[in-house]
C-alpha cells in the first residue's frame, strides 16, 4: 500500500485496520481533485489488499472535510459535472469489499458529508456539524447525496436539509439516523477503533458478504434480495473459517458446561 500522499495520512493498525487522514488543514481539508486522485489510489491498493479488514476515514484539525474546494468548484462546468468525477469516488468507497467507518471530527459538509455518508458507518464527535449546503452556492448535493440522504434519514428529512442548506450538529444527526454514535470529541477514534476491532474480529468473508447482501437488498425485488442472502449463505456454509468458529464455540460451550 503506497503511504506517500500529499493530501492523505495513512496508518496500518493492528487487527487490519487502515485509517486515513484527510491532511489540508490549510483549508480544513477542502476536497481537491487532488485528494480526489489520490483515494482513488489508495482505495485500489485497500480494495485488493487481503490483510485489510476495516478501513476508518477522518480528518486533521477541526474538520472531517469541509466541502469541495470551491477555488476549484467554481470554474467547472456541465461536461465536469457529467464526467461524475466525486460520485465515482464515493461510489469505491461504498463497494470497497472491507467496511469503511467515517470518523467525523469538525465539519462534514458538502462532499464531505456525502462521503461519510458513503461509509458503512459514522461516528460523530460531539462537536461535529454535518449538513449538505450546496444550494447556498447555486448547485445542489451532485455527488451521491440526493440520493443516500434520504435513505438514511427518510425522504422528508433529506428534503429540508437539502432545501434549506442547514447545518445540524452531531445530537441531532444522531436523532435522525445520520450517525451510528456520538461520543466525546477526545473518545472519537478510540471508539472508531474499538468499532473497527469488533467488526475486525468476525470472519472476514462473512463480514464482505455481509456488506454485499445489505448494500443489495434494497436495490432488488424481495425474491431476489432473498435468493442473494442464500446464496451468500451457502458459500458460507462452505467456508472453512465457519467450521472452525462453530467447533470453537461448541467447545468453549462444553468446557463451561464441565465447571
Known amino acids: 500500500m503506497s503511504e506517500s500522499f500529499e493530501t492523505l495520512r495513512v496508518a496500518r493498525e493492528p487487527q487490519g ?42 480528518g486533521v484539525g477541526k474538520s ?17 459535472a457529467l464526467a461524475r468525477i466525486n460520485t465515482a469516488l464515493f461510489r469505491e468507497i461504498e ?13 462534514a459538509l458538502g462532499g464531505g458529508c456525502e462521503l ?19 444550494v447556498g452556492l447555486g448547485i445542489i448535493p451532485g455527488a451521491g447525496g440526493a440520493y443516500r440522504l434520504p435513505r ?21 444527526a444522531a436523532d435522525i439516523g445520520l450517525v451510528e454514535r456520538v461520543v466525546d470529541d477526545e473518545r472519537l477514534l478510540d471508539e472508531a477503533r474499538a468499532l473497527a476491532g469488533a467488526i475486525a474480529a468476525n470472519s472476514p ?10 448494500n443489495n437488498g434494497g436495490e432488488i425485488s424481495s425474491d431476489a434480495a432473498m435468493a442473494l442472502e442464500s446464496t451468500a449463505q451457502a458459500v458460507l456454509f462452505e467456508d472453512d473459517e465457519k467450521r472452525r468458529r462453530m467447533t470453537a464455540f461448541l ?4 468446557a463451561r458446561s464441565k465447571k
Open 17 to 58: 485496520i487502515v485509517v486515513c487522514t484527510f491532511h489540508r488543514p490549510e483549508v480544513r481539508n477542502a476536497m481537491s481533485k487532488e485528494m480526489v486522485d489520490e483515494l482513488r489510489a489508495l482505495l485500489a491498493d485497500i480494495r485488493g489488499d487481503s490483510a485489510v479488514r476495516v478501513v476508518i476515514f477522518t
Open 64 to 80: 472531517f472535510i469541509s466541502g469541495a474546494d470551491i477555488a476549484e468548484l467554481r470554474d467547472r462546468d456541465r461536461i465536469d
Open 95 to 107: 463497494t470497497l469489499p472491507q467496511p469503511t467507518i467515517a470518523a467525523i471530527n469538525g465539519f
Open 116 to 134: 461519510a455518508l458513503a461509509c458503512d458507518l459514522r461516528v460523530a464527535a460531539r462537536g461535529a456539524k454535518l449538513g449538505q449546503p450546496e
Open 152 to 172: 438514511l434519514v427518510g425522504l422528508g428529512r433529506a428534503r429540508e436539509l437539502i432545501f434549506t442548506g442547514r447545518v445540524i450538529d452531531a445530537a441531532e
Open 205 to 214: 468473508l462473512a463480514v464482505r458478504l455481509a456488506k454485499i447482501v445489505l
Open 251 to 254: 467447545e468453549r460451550r462444553a
